[in-house]
């Protein structure tokens, strides 16, 4: 069936230091990929979405690419702000008309000053 | 900017209640999801709707469970005879073209 895969967290940062986390899946078909934030306190947010293979989605400075070569979506920004200290999830829709979410654990980002 | 609400924000009750989560959706949206979040594991998918029928549930969404539109707003979530278990983050989503979801900031339920 379909999955998702996170690389674990916690990860810290220093503020202004360059964040990537890994995100791959298993799918059949053609599914649409999503990354979705949860800041302390609060619920889950669309970050950035892509819908096809080679697709960028970009948000806030985050950006992901749809690999569908790498069965990959890592999410990357070139410059993490306290303020992005988060929890990340990797999402994918499955195929047909209901489009439900399967997930990845998500990551949590602590960025310190 | 439209969002999806829920409430109550915290639940406490005991094994063996009956419990009703409340969301409204997005106004113009068609498509509405219930998933939960168990402490330290994945967001699991519980039941779509659409249409005013479920469109999928998974093994999670056994009789214990069940859906509800009845107003044209409001969407519920009931849980009939609460177990330990079912202790988690609770989260409606809604969406117009059954591809974008937006959550609501979810129910913390504890059963105790």
């Known amino acids: 069936g379909n999955s998702v895969t996170q690389m674990e967290g916690p990860v810290t940062l220093s503020e202004e230091a360059f964040l990537t986390i890994n995100c791959t899946y298993t799918?059949?078909?053609?599914?649409?990929l999503f990354w979705y934030v949860q800041y302390p306190g609060e619920g889950l947010q669309l970050l950035l979405k892509?819908?096809?293979a080679d697709d960028k989605g970009s948000n806030k400075g985050f950006e992901a690419t749809y690999r569908k070569e790498t069965t990959s979506f890592h999410l990357e920004k070139g410059s993490v702000q306290v303020s992005d200290s988060a929890v990340y999830f990797c999402a994918l829709s499955s195929a047909g008309n209901n489009r439900k979410l399967i997930w990845g654990l998500g990551t949590s980002l602590a960025v310190n000053p | 900017e439209p969002e999806v609400t829920q409430t109550p924000s915290h639940q406490v009750t005991q094994m063996g209640q009956e419990v009703i989560l409340r969301c409204v959706p997005i106004?113009?949206?068609?498509?509405f999801y219930w998933y939960r979040q168990i402490l330290g594991q994945k967001v699991e998918f519980l039941v779509s709707?659409?249409?005013?029928?479920?469109?999928?549930k998974s093994e999670i969404f056994d009789d214990q469970f069940s859906v509800e539109r009845p107003d044209g707003s409001n969407f519920t979530l009931k849980i009939r005879s609460t177990k330990l278990e079912d202790s988690a983050m609770y989260f409606c989503?809604?969406?117009?073209?059954?591809?974008?979801?937006?959550f609501g900031p979810g129910t913390r339920l504890l059963v105790l």
């Open positions: 709707f659409y249409n005013n029928e479920i469109s999928e």
């Open positions: 799918a059949t078909g053609y599914p649409s």
């Open positions: 106004s113009n949206h068609l498509y």
């Open positions: 989503a809604s969406s117009n073209s059954g591809e974008t979801q937006y």
């Open positions: 892509a819908t096809k």
